[in-house]
């Protein structure tokens, strides 16, 4: 990272010939100088990634020759200026990660070149202006994370070029137009977050030929069984989170190239073993929040998984399939959280990826393995609300890369380790309602975590508890 700090120098608007000005990623701050204006010359500029506050200058709209214009990741507010409709030599247009407001602006005039247009993560209102819907190259439109509201207008099908529509995280409703089928070149279509409603058109079943990552999750829609127009095409990622599907789990025709499924918080039962083995190439699913009921022991995982999310199910079993010495190595995160597991947590073996492990809120027992330090990838620890008796393995101490720990409601006894001294980078930690007994490492965090945190122990003592009683010579 560059570290340029201070304001923009007014010498700068003196440089008739500048062409380029890009200043991303530093500690630039203060308002963005009108003086830029004044440079004619100007292609490119890029002020991404600075601290720069207060309004878009009007004074940008002079930049008659410019065909890139960055001011994302800033703290800019206000609304974005008429006057951009002058720069219609615009290629690249990004002013994402912003706080403006106002609606999002006309693009009248012809903008013969501009393919990327991202005003995501802001907080412009209105509705989509057809104007926008009307540029001939546009290649990539990102308007999500805003607060649009009205319908998606049918003229979406105008955008012949479009290959990258991401309207996420709105107020947009009504249902989604027919005449989205007439994109040819949609590759990535995100309209996850809003308050589309049913029906889905039939138009998709034959036209966006190109499609390869589609999400649809938290609308309005209550779709009963995954669309024909995507479970029968070759798709990369499919995110159909809280559309109301039920049944058993959709048989993707094509799997060859799918990677990521979410089918999270949905109504889906039975299992999930044929699901699994026809899609090799997966890589995430996300399963959690259904009503899946099956025995986890005689799972089994494709080889290049990294991350399995099967949370507040109806899982019964034990972890020995999806956690032992014979873990697949690609394997980074696990949750099965909230289900009916039972059983001891298996032997961990070496070479491990894991950095995510929750099994909370199970029927988990036995004792935690010595050889959970052989986890040491670890960043998140999971083993809340279960029957785990026995003493903390010291070898937890040695995950340095732990952020997140809890061991609370369980059957715990003996002390906290003093390894613990060496975990730098927890900021969540839990140990309450189990049978502690001793010093708690004074130490931060651990000194300075609530006591709620240590709270329904046996004798746990020390900050932020009440300091430790002398033991007498009979260590009473």
Do not use: M
Not at 223 to 247: E, F, M, Q, S
Not at 363 to 376: C, D, F, K, M
């Amino acid at each position: 990272t560059k570290h340029i700090a201070g304001t923009i120098p007014e010498s700068l608007f003196k440089l008739p010939r500048l062409t380029q000005l890009v200043l991303e990623y530093n500690s630039l701050e203060g308002v963005i100088p009108p003086g830029l204006g004044q440079l004619s010359s100007l292609r490119a500029l890029s002020l991404t990634g600075n601290r720069f506050r207060g309004q878009i200058p009007p004074s940008l709209g002079n930049l008659r020759n410019v065909f890139q214009l960055n001011l994302a990741r800033n703290f800019l507010a206000g609304p974005i200026p008429p006057v951009l409709r002058n720069l219609q030599r615009l290629q690249f247009l990004d002013l994402s990660f912003n706080s403006l407001s106002g609606s999002v602006p006309e693009f009248s005039g012809p903008f013969p070149n501009l393919t990327n247009v991202d005003l995501s993560n802001n907080q412009l209102s209105g509705q989509i202006p057809i104007s926008l819907l009307s540029l001939p190259s546009i290649s990539a439109l990102y308007l999500s994370h805003n607060l649009l509201s009205g319908k998606i207008p049918d003229h979406i099908g105008n955008l012949k070029s479009l290959a990258q529509l991401q309207l996420a995280g709105n107020r947009i409703s009504g249902q989604i137009p027919a005449s989205l089928a007439k994109l040819t070149n949609l590759w990535s279509l995100n309209l996850s977050r809003n308050e589309l409603s049913n029906p889905l058109p039939n138009s998709l079943s034959q036209g966006v030929p190109s499609l390869s990552t589609v999400d649809l999750s938290y609308n309005n829609l209550a779709l009963g069984t995954v669309p024909g127009w995507i479970v029968n095409r070759p798709l990369y990622d499919v995110r159909l989170a809280g559309c109301k599907l039920r049944g058993n789990l959709p048989v993707f025709t094509k799997p060859d190239s799918l990677s990521y499924v979410d089918l999270s918080d949905n109504y889906f039962t039975g299992g999930i073993s044929s699901f699994l083995s026809n899609i090799s190439s997966l890589s995430d699913v996300k399963l959690g929040n259904n009503q899946l009921s099956f025995d986890l022991t005689g799972i089994k995982l494709p080889d290049g998984l990294l991350s399995l999310d099967l949370h507040s199910n109806r899982l019964t079993g034990s972890l020995t399939a999806i956690l032992s010495n014979k873990t697949s190595s690609s394997l980074e995160a696990i949750d099965v959280t909230n289900n009916q597991l039972s059983g001891a947590i298996p032997e961990l073996g070496e070479g491990s990826s894991l950095k995510v492990l929750n099994i909370g809120s199970n029927r988990i027992t036995g004792h935690i393995p010595a050889s959970i330090s052989n986890l040491v990838g670890l960043e998140r620890l999971d083993f809340s609300r279960n029957r785990i008796s026995g003493t903390i393995p010291p070898g937890l101490g040695q995950l340095g890369n732990l952020q997140w720990l809890d061991l609370s409601i369980n059957a715990l006894t003996g002390r906290i380790p003093s390894s613990f001294v060496g975990l730098k980078l927890v900021h969540h930690a839990n140990f309450r309602a189990n049978r502690l007994c001793g010093q708690i490492p004074q130490v931060r965090p651990f000194n300075i975590f609530p006591p709620v945190a240590y709270a329904h122990n046996l004798c746990l003592c020390g900050k932020p508890l009440p300091p430790c009683r002398r033991i007498s010579k009979l260590g009473q």
